[in-house]
């Protein structure tokens, strides 16, 4: 393969003269770049539309009592909110920064599995489609929750439930797709020379994250095939009239959901691994401890499940040991803190946007990690179980954590995506917003929380409601802020400044936080070995 020059550097390598044009180029498109833009702007439309939804939660909320929607309409836009947010918004997101990133940074050609990698995609869109549909249809959407605890899925659900259960179905076939392609192509179309221990961190976040979602998927799949036939085809897996067992269906679920929420951070701790040396300015501190920390979350996620169900009536001896699994995974994950840390400690540091989010990441996706710490202690998580410190918690986690790395990742990669330096002026003004609005709109809950707010419900008492229009205002601003983000990206794509080779001035040398990078123009083409 021939060296790349600076210009041809986030353009279509693979693009011939009798490669469709148009609409039927994105169709049929096979070109890792093409696929990931695609999943970019599947995700960017799917966090927008779902935070549309958290916008219609907080305006109800904005007052005690029933103002806005009825409460079953409330129920349907939580649940709907929670399941694109986590599989339309910040999944595909970080598959399309896999498509677009992981060749490269390997020097490989493509993905391994071209045809599959556009399939994975397309199929995302209809089943988004279809989970959609389902609020229009007689009786409403979901209205369960995102986590669907049975009997809720299945005895009092609306008929369109079915419509939910495919709408999951494909989501998980789409991903386990996806996670195949990352595995096969980190394997097996590595450039010669870059052995496992030298591949960029972001490399190693997703070769792990694809691990944990082929481990998970089916187990997903099982759950919601299980609610599927009891709700439609008379099993009795999770009624106890029928000698099932409800609590069964938690512990199936949890199973899934708690190394989901490290398949949702994973890529990010990638991400800021990329970004925090390059403006540093050092190499990453601790490459190994790096790699090897990542895979002890992997490995640990599985064993603390059951943390989400203390109240459940578990044995003593059940909720020391997943209190203490709990607690035991802070430490892989200090560790990747720590090390950030150690590698801006003296270093030649500036704060364009990307490390303006990779900094806004560490601080605020560390308070997360200590309200999950308080949430893992057994006879604390039995006050706020189920309360509004818990959504502070994963909000933190997942907003200022994953969605903001996913920002960090764009401002970092789009000049060398399109060719063109973003407007620095509305970058500024898209993170000073968001990282203002959006403790606005998350820390309060922490409060409320502690005061006892359930969550999930449409109304409350009278002595929460100041707290209650200070987070809706927040969430209002945090909303709009990202229009900012949206008019940024089309300015950018359309044209404007044309990006230099090494945009970030000084740092590309540090780019992809390996061993002895190469510099940013020579990423496909095989390391020299000594």
Not at 318 to 347: D, H, Q
Not at 438 to 466: K, S, T, W
Request: charge should be negative.
């Amino acid at each position: 393969m021939t060296d790349m020059t600076p210009d041809q550097v986030g353009h279509d390598d693979h693009d011939h003269d009798h490669k469709p044009r148009g609409l039927m180029r994105w169709l049929l498109t096979t070109n890792h770049k093409d696929i990931g833009s695609m999943y970019l702007i599947f995700s960017f439309s799917m966090f927008l539309l779902g935070g549309a939804m958290a916008l219609v939660i907080r305006a109800e909320l904005f007052q005690p009592g029933l103002q806005l929607v009825d409460p079953n309409f409330f129920n349907q836009m939580t649940t709907v909110h929670g399941l694109i947010m986590v599989f339309g918004a910040v999944m595909p997101a970080f598959t399309g920064l896999a498509n677009w990133m992981v060749p490269m940074m390997i020097g490989a050609p493509d993905m391994a599995l071209p045809r599959m990698n556009n399939w994975s995609f397309w199929i995302l869109p209809f089943a988004f489609l279809m989970l959609i549909m389902s609020l229009f249809m007689e009786g409403g959407g979901p209205n369960f929750g995102w986590t669907f605890y049975a009997p809720l899925s299945t005895t009092y659900s609306p008929d369109s439930t079915a419509l939910f259960v495919f709408a999951v179905h494909i989501m998980g076939i789409s991903s386990i797709m996806g996670a195949i392609n990352v595995i096969v192509t980190i394997m097996n179309l590595r450039a010669p020379g870059m052995t496992y221990m030298k591949m960029p961190l972001f490399v190693w976040t997703w070769f792990i994250t694809a691990f944990l979602l082929i481990a998970v998927m089916p187990v997903l799949a099982g759950a919601v095939t299980m609610v599927l036939t009891d709700k439609y085809f008379g099993t009795s897996f999770f009624d106890a009239a029928g000698g099932g067992d409800p609590v069964m269906f938690q512990h199936i679920f949890w199973f899934f959901g708690h190394p989901e929420v490290y398949i949702m951070i994973l890529p990010s701790f990638g991400i800021i691994s990329a970004i925090v040396p390059a403006f540093a300015r050092k190499p990453l501190f601790g490459y190994a401890s790096m790699v090897y920390a990542t895979a002890s979350i992997a490995g640990l996620s599985f064993v603390v499940w059951a943390h989400h169900m203390f109240t459940t009536g578990m044995p003593v001896f059940a909720e020391l040991f997943f209190m203490y699994c709990t607690m035991l995974i802070s430490v892989p994950t200090g560790v990747k803190v720590f090390n950030w840390v150690a590698t801006m400690w003296r270093g030649s540091m500036t704060f364009e946007t990307p490390m303006l989010f990779a900094l806004a990441f560490i601080v605020l996706f560390t308070i997360g990690g200590f309200s999950g710490l308080m949430l893992a202690i057994t006879p604390v998580d039995f006050q706020y179980h189920d309360t509004y410190f818990v959504v502070a918690h994963f909000h933190y986690v997942l907003v200022s954590g994953a969605i903001f790395s996913i920002m960090a990742a764009a401002y970092y990669w789009l000049p060398k995506w399109t060719g063109h330096m973003y407007n620095q002026t509305l970058a500024n003004w898209h993170f000073w917003c968001s990282l203002i609005s959006v403790n606005i709109l998350f820390f309060p809950m922490h409060f409320l929380g502690l005061a006892g707010m359930p969550r999930r419900i449409p109304d409350y008492a009278l002595q929460f409601a100041d707290i209650n229009a200070i987070v809706s205002v927040g969430a209002f601003l945090f909303g709009f802020s990202q229009l900012i983000f949206l008019v940024l990206v089309v300015k950018c794509i359309r044209g404007g400044e044309p990006a230099p080779a090494k945009p970030w001035d000084g740092a590309e040398g540090l780019e992809w936080s390996v061993p002895s990078p190469a510099p940013y123009h020579t990423f496909s083409t095989p390391p020299k070995i000594d």
